[in-house]
């Protein structure tokens, strides 16, 4: 994998140097959150993990029809408008899919 230094300016004045890697060649454990932590620019106390919306947090904006109509992967399928979801096993659906968009 070849790769070349790169200098970032940013904002408030600071500037760190990384090393730029050629696109789809990033190692398997690459997070961004972690180079910019190294280089100073993030605070890690800063970073707040969010947490899983309840099911009362849904109804607030989602009717209880809509919340059911989830437990189908076809439904499912229809509203993301990605055809091949509707083959796979809902519980799959619901842990790939649907559980990152309940992260508050």
């Not at 607030?60 to 399928?77: C, D, F, I, M, T």
């Amino acid at each position: 994998m070849r790769t070349r230094k790169m200098q970032i300016l940013m904002k408030m004045g600071r500037s760190m140097t990384i090393e730029a890697v050629p696109r789809g060649e990033f190692p398997d454990d690459f997070c961004p959150l972690l180079l910019l932590i190294s280089a100073g620019v993030l605070d890690k106390k800063r970073i707040v993990e969010p947490i899983e919306a309840s099911k009362d947090d849904l109804l607030v904006v989602h009717s209880e029809a809509y919340l059911e109509s989830l437990k189908s992967s076809p439904n499912v399928a229809m509203m993301v408008e990605v055809p091949p979801v509707a083959m796979f096993p809902n519980c799959l659906v619901q842990k790939k899919l649907l559980y990152p968009f309940r992260k508050q």
